[in-house]
């Protein structure tokens, strides 16, 4: 039987709420940050299974049983590989592609990529810290009521001026290639490379699966645009992605709604006040891919866009594009 392609299993379980696949079979109690239930696998009286909806992981600390949510579905239901993947994708509202030899050459393009983005955001996580100009994001930050803790939990950083903060930090030239290709860097028409982040707040933007696949930049100073986001790259697709969706799936089990906002500082702002249930648009309207997102999730979606004329506008554009997604139970506001 032919494999299926590394890129859809990603693809789907991006798609997967592993909180979700598991209460849908084992009743789950939330315990501080994960979820704990009677392992499935043994039989037990105290409850020693528990889930992470963070790491999108479970364990047994009984038996040792553990994976992700395709594993658990396999193990639960003794399906095999691919039948458990059929599973997910149907739950997910994925076609299964055809029947053909896998093709590694994406996964393999991509895996450089995922990890210069994940340098690039430790390097501006640490230059919050530790730069020498650090006060001037550090002051804006505290200046728009945002604690430690919040920072950290949506990994916020610091780009400070000059045209090669991350460029020194690049060792070899497939690292300035994967830079480059991945939208961190900007090579001009002279052949000249340079950082496309500078003197900015940076604000990771994270896929399902807690990858960092793109960032925003709010700029400090009076430098334009004041908003600037990562381009179109094989990671980040502006049009399929939220941000602060993986920041929600920490609170799976509560969610009734989620509110669509208009930026990054709307996100942080409402998980500043206990809100944990937004998302913001990434410089694009809201399309049927992100809507598809949302009521995989919850039934009521919120459009709280500012209340100018443009985000009258695009709200009524959310309003249109929800229209024929639209079924018994869901609710557009």
């Not at 990671?235 to 609170?251: A, D, M, P, Q, T």
């Amino acid at each position: 039987m032919a494999r299926i392609a590394q890129a859809f299993i990603d693809q789907v379980l991006d798609r997967t709420d592993i909180v979700d696949v598991v209460d849908r079979r084992v009743k789950l109690k939330k315990a501080g940050k994960n979820y704990s239930a009677c392992c499935p696998f043994h039989q037990e009286k105290t409850p020693s299974f528990s889930v992470n909806p963070e790491k999108q992981f479970y364990y047994c600390f009984g038996c040792g049983a553990g994976g992700n949510a395709l594993g658990f579905v396999m193990d639960y239901e003794r399906m095999e590989f691919r039948e458990a993947i059929e599973s997910l994708a149907h739950a997910a509202g994925i076609e299964m592609p055809p029947e053909e030899a896998e093709s590694t050459t994406q996964t393999d393009n991509q895996k450089p990529l995922y990890e210069a983005m994940e340098k690039a955001t430790r390097l501006y996580q640490s230059m919050l810290r530790q730069h020498p100009t650090r006060a001037r994001g550090v002051d804006y930050l505290k200046q728009r009521g945002v604690s430690g803790e919040i920072a950290r939990d949506f990994r916020i950083g610091f780009a400070p001026e000059g045209w090669d903060n991350l460029m020194s930090t690049l060792d070899s030239a497939d690292d300035i290639q994967h830079a480059l290709t991945s939208g961190l860097l900007i090579e001009n028409d002279s052949g000249r490379q340079y950082d496309r982040f500078r003197d900015r707040i940076i604000f990771p933007i994270v896929n399902q699966r807690g990858k960092v696949i793109g960032m925003g930049g709010r700029v400090l100073g009076d430098g334009k645009p004041k908003y600037l986001n990562s381009p179109e790259t094989p990671l980040f697709s502006k049009s399929h992605e939220l941000y602060g969706l993986h920041h929600i799936r920490k609170f799976a089990k509560s969610l009734t709604r989620i509110v669509v906002v208009e930026g990054y500082m709307d996100v942080i702002a409402l998980a500043q006040f206990g809100i944990h249930y937004s998302v913001a648009t990434l410089g694009t309207s809201v399309g049927k891919p992100h809507l598809d997102l949302l009521f995989r999730r919850v039934d009521q979606v919120i459009f709280c866009f500012d209340g100018d004329e443009a985000g009258r506008k695009a709200a009524f554009r959310g309003m249109e594009a929800a229209l024929p997604l639209m079924e018994d139970g869901r609710q557009v506001k």
